[in-house]
């Protein structure tokens, strides 16, 4: 397996642009997360995810921020409009079950840069 | 307020020293993880402990969970470049911490350098 996938690797946008983050999670993980790691506040769940289902978003800091999971391979994070704010390192990580029994598999993250 | 509290922040080492980081809350944990991140990648599972007072060991690395599951250490024998990141610690919460309830909450971690 690749693990888990994630596009794009780098982002840089301007400020009130759309930005879409990606994620592919390892084939047969049934809980999907997103994460935001910025060094002032480290890692923040954003949403997770079971079974394609959304359960818990309220990690997401404001309206501005949206994710969906259409099928179980795919998953996306969708910020609009962007502000400087947002600059983090996104990741989106995949485990067999969530409740943290099962390790957490991440992907390599994005690195937005809002200017 | 951090739930989980990793010390210290940073550590700079020679290659061949040992070192210890410490993970610490003031809950009780069912389990708790250790995860590594290198520059430019995700988190890496590096062990999970779940009893009391458990020591498991990889490689060079030692992890014990407390006995009374509210902390955790991790100790490294002759440190090399090679484990060189960002050491973060990780345990469920039961508390309704943003949308962290039932889910892993990560300490904010202990960033270790190892020089040659």
């Known amino acids: 397996d690749a693990g888990v996938i994630q596009s794009p690797r780098h982002e840089v946008t301007e400020m009130g642009q759309e930005v879409t983050l990606r994620c592919k999670p390892i084939s047969g993980h049934n809980s999907l997360f997103w994460y935001r790691q910025t060094m002032m506040r480290g890692l923040e769940l954003l949403i997770y995810?079971?079974?394609?289902?959304?359960?818990?978003d309220s990690g997401m800091p404001e309206d501005r921020f949206s994710a969906k999971m259409p099928n179980a391979s795919f998953s996306t994070l969708k910020i609009q409009p962007s502000e400087p704010r947002d600059s983090a390192v996104y990741f989106c990580a995949s485990s067999l079950a969530h409740g943290g029994r099962y390790g957490y598999t991440f992907g390599s993250g994005t690195r937005l840069t809002v200017v | 307020t951090q739930l989980l509290e990793q010390s210290p922040q940073f550590l700079s080492i020679q290659e061949g020293e040992n070192l210890t980081v410490y993970c610490n809350s003031s809950?009780?944990?069912?389990?708790l993880q250790w995860y590594r991140q290198e520059p430019g990648e995700g988190p890496v599972l590096l062990v999970t402990v779940v009893t009391g007072g458990e020591v498991k060991k990889l490689k060079r690395l030692t992890f014990q969970f407390g006995d009374a599951r509210k902390d955790s250490s991790l100790h490294i024998t002759a440190a090399q470049p090679g484990d060189t990141g960002l050491y973060l610690c990780?345990?469920?919460?039961?508390?309704?911490?943003?949308?962290?309830?039932?889910?892993?909450?990560f300490g904010k971690g202990t960033k270790l350098s190892v020089k040659p």
């Open positions: 990780a345990a469920v919460t039961s508390m309704n911490y943003g949308g962290s309830q039932g889910n892993l909450i």
């Open positions: 809950s009780v944990f069912s389990s």
């Open positions: 995810f079971n079974n394609n289902v959304p359960i818990d």
